[in-house]
């Protein structure tokens, strides 16, 4: 077991920049309950400082090799119980580094269903094979002639039945198995073809009707755009190689490659059926195998970069700016409904609520304007966010008039997406908040809160819904929660949460909580007040020091008895700031106002055998700005007047707009016309970019220019180039089959023997027996 250790540290090291003492740690940590929040904060002496990316990275392929461990086991156990183990399959098993080398090692022993091998072994053909090996200057259908039996009607069964047992043994040799997959992803081109027929019905796929390119090279987004397709019954998919490498050519590589393996060759009429009988055995057994596990490849490495693109635009709006704690009102806009309105307080207590319905059928635009007025006033409202939905240009413009007749100071109207607010009112978290307000309203209190404070608003809402992934219905559903899960847990602990304020979903995502600890929290703090220090939280029931330990630093009591509560700094940790404050001379709630003081001082004398200079480090910067918010300062997008639908738009309009979602082709801008536009990577800067998160990020404020507009396809194309872009996007060099020189087949050695060829087969084949 330690063996593997070493081994998987020595792996996940190189993976992520590490080494493996450093891994070996972090193991040790995670599996003794710490989380990743707490070992990259608070442990950074004793894994070297990893951070926050590279733990996770760490702990998802942990688990993976783990879980290989396990499955190496079970073969093993499997191939030593039916008495067949040998030192040499052993070692393989031992060595492999992949799921798919051990199930290629274990294909031949793996308990199945008789075969048609089997069969023609129990037939008694085992010996036909034999004879065709050393006999090959004989046409082996006269060899068969001996092997008519009942069972064997005529010569062409018999040979049929030679045919399945060679086939076998080469579909079964993993070495063999391993190199044709390997030349496969090398030189494989995935096609895909519209269904006869489904062109009108798919035509939002027409871009993949006839499309061909590498698969070592297709995106995640376009391999998920086929597969979806293909769902959907629009598309056919298939991986084939070009010609000449294992398609039409009858002495393709692949073909060469199995007869190699087993010493095929000459011009003999055995020969020439062995050479057949490995054609036969390429594309009725082996391709197809092949092109399943790279679809099955294909697919997880497409899903992979889906999650890890969604994973990272969540966390981007996780940490957008909050516009802080200002009495705000929501507007969730609707036309036949009306707009539903909710004002909450500077903490985002409900105080009132309404609907107004300017719009058609009521058209009672100057009731909406009047009743807004009076909630405005009555409460001191200072933001109002609107909902990104469906009427919402024109819910702005209503309330752009009502604001012009107001005197100053007026409210601030921002827009704010409205992802996920329909599932959150709908949810059970909602109902018992809200329980007696129309689920309608619920939506718009999410919108003012989301507006305050987007982390503590979008904890609520299950990730998945918050809709800034691209496919996030066609990928693994509990890989994709467990990396969002991930993500909150990441961004809640980075902004640290506020102990006496926090809701139980906030509290829930805090490191080493969870709902049932979060729910005691808050129902102690019902029953007893709020929290003074951070040490309150071991009189919650079921919390215990174990607990303690991995979430006190990320909880937050800013007028606590304890100044250093209101820091990230950890309580195990206050000897060490307290010899801070002490070297500096002075009280440490003065420190915590003005930290130029700290700058004099050297960390280096105040780390001991526990703390390190990272810790010091980290302590310092936090008394100097106690509780810093890492979120960027809060500014909002101003949408162009008159443009409120795609027709309004007009090629070469400057627009500013918010990045709602980045992918790996782009990113998408809501510019205020319900359907947001697309920045082409190759529009987002004069200069190349090869990722589009060096440029943006969920949340940013961007200046765009209208390249084209697609009204029949509700598609409209920005760039942010400032020659205003326009030029065609250069055909992706990814999308295209691989055109590099492929080369003649290598030059095969010389036939070997008659004798060596029986030899190599007879080796296979007596394998195969002893298998059996």
């Avoid at 516009?323 to 903490?347: H, Q, Y």
């Avoid at 936090?622 to 918010?629: F, S, T, V």
């Avoid at 809060?634 to 500013?656: P, S, W, Y």
Wanted: charged share 30%; proline share 5%; net charge neutral.
């Amino acid at each position: 077991m330690q063996h593997f250790l070493q081994r998987h540290a020595a792996i996940i090291g190189q993976e992520i920049s590490a080494g493996a003492n450093q891994v070996l740690a972090a193991i040790g940590l995670l599996d003794e309950g710490a989380t990743v929040p707490f070992i990259a904060r608070y442990r950074k002496e004793v894994t070297g400082g990893l951070d926050d990316t590279q733990l996770r990275n760490l702990s998802e392929r942990l688990s993976y090799l783990r879980e290989l461990d396990q499955r190496r086991e079970t073969v093993l156990n499997s191939i030593r119980e039916q008495g067949k183990l040998t030192d040499e399959l052993e070692k393989s098993i031992l060595t492999a580094t992949t799921k798919a080398e051990v199930e290629d090692l274990y294909l031949p022993y793996k308990p199945k269903r008789r075969t048609r091998a089997q069969i023609a072994r129990e037939r008694g053909l085992g010996p036909l094979v034999d004879a065709i090996m050393e006999n090959r200057s004989v046409e082996p259908a006269k060899l068969a002639e001996g092997f008519i039996t009942d069972e064997v009607p005529d010569t062409k069964a018999a040979l049929e039945g030679a045919r399945d047992i060679i086939s076998e043994v080469i579909s079964e040799n993993a070495e063999l198995v391993g190199r044709l997959r390997t030349h496969m992803k090398d030189y494989g081109i995935v096609r895909a073809r519209v269904v006869e027929g489904k062109e009108e019905q798919g035509a939002k796929f027409s871009d993949y009707f006839a499309h061909s390119e590498a698969w070592k090279n297709v995106p995640s987004h376009r391999a998920l755009a086929m597969f979806r397709g293909r769902n959907e019954e629009v598309l056919s998919l298939d991986i084939e190689l070009p010609e000449g490498e294992g398609g039409a050519s009858a002495a393709s590589p692949v073909e060469a490659m199995i007869a190699a393996a087993f010493s095929i060759g000459g011009t003999l009429p055995g020969d020439r059926w062995l050479r057949d009988v490995a054609s036969w055995t390429w594309r009725v057994k082996l391709s197809l195998r092949l092109v399943l596990d790279l679809m099955g490849e294909l697919r997880e490495r497409a899903e992979e970069e889906a999650i890890r693109v969604f994973a990272r635009n969540l966390k981007d709006l996780l940490l957008a700016a909050p516009a802080g704690s200002r009495s705000t009102m929501g507007l969730d806009p609707g036309i036949r409904t009306g707009v539903k309105v909710a004002v909450v307080d500077e903490t985002g207590k409900l105080l009132a609520t309404s609907t107004v319905y300017p719009f058609q059928p009521r058209n009672d635009l100057h009731g909406a304007q009047a009743e807004l007025s009076k909630l405005i006033r009555q409460h001191n409202v200072q933001l109002i966010a609107i909902g990104n939905g469906t009427a919402s240009r024109e819910t702005e413009r209503l309330v752009a008039d009502l604001l012009a007749k107001l005197p100053a100071p007026k409210p601030t109207k921002v827009i704010v997406s409205e992802a996920g607010a329909s599932v959150y009112s709908a949810s059970a978290l909602a109902a018992a908040e809200f329980p007696d307000l129309d689920v309608s309203l619920r939506g718009a209190v999410s919108i003012a809160r989301r507006l305050q404070d987007p982390l503590a608003e979008l904890v609520k809402i299950e990730p998945k819904s918050i809709g800034v992934g691209q496919y996030q219905h066609d990928v693994d559903q509990f890989r994709l929660a467990k990396a969002l899960d991930a993500v909150v847990e990441d961004a809640v602990n980075a902004v640290g949460v506020d102990l006496n304020m926090a809701s139980v979903p906030l509290l829930a995502r805090v490191s080493g909580l969870g709902p049932t600890l979060a729910e005691a929290i808050v129902a102690h703090r019902n029953a007893n007040g709020a929290f003074r220090t951070r040490k309150d939280l071991l009189k919650v029931a079921r919390l215990g020091q174990r607990t303690f330990e991995q979430a006190a630093g990320f909880l937050r009591i800013p007028d606590g008895d304890e100044p250093l509560d209101a820091s990230a700094v950890h309580p195990e940790a206050y000897d060490v700031a307290r010899k801070i404050v002490a070297a500096c001379g002075r009280d440490l709630r003065s420190i915590m106002s003005d930290g130029s003081v700290l700058k004099k001082l050297d960390p280096r004398q105040f780390t001991d055998e526990r703390f390190g200079l990272p810790t010091v480090k980290d302590i310092m910067a936090e008394l100097e700005k106690p509780g810093r918010d890492p979120r960027p300062a809060f500014k909002t997008a101003t949408f162009a007047d008159g443009v409120e639908e795609v027709k309004d738009l007009k090629v070469g309009m400057l627009l500013e707009g918010t990045v709602t979602n980045v992918a790996a082709f782009g990113a998408f801008v809501d510019i205020g016309v319900h359907q947001d536009g697309l920045v082409h990577i190759s529009q987002l800067a004069d200069r190349f970019v090869k990722d589009p998160h060096e440029v943006v990020k969920a949340g940013d404020i961007v200046k765009v220019r209208v390249v084209e507009v697609d009204l029949k396809r509700n598609r409209i194309a920005l760039t942010m180039r400032k020659d205003g872009g326009g030029a065609p996007e250069p055909r992706d060099r990814s999308s295209a089959p691989d055109q590099r020189s492929r080369g003649a087949p290598q030059k095969q050695s010389k036939p070997q023997t008659q004798n060596a060829f029986g030899a190599a087969f007879s080796k296979a084949l007596s394998g195969a027996d002893k298998r059996k």
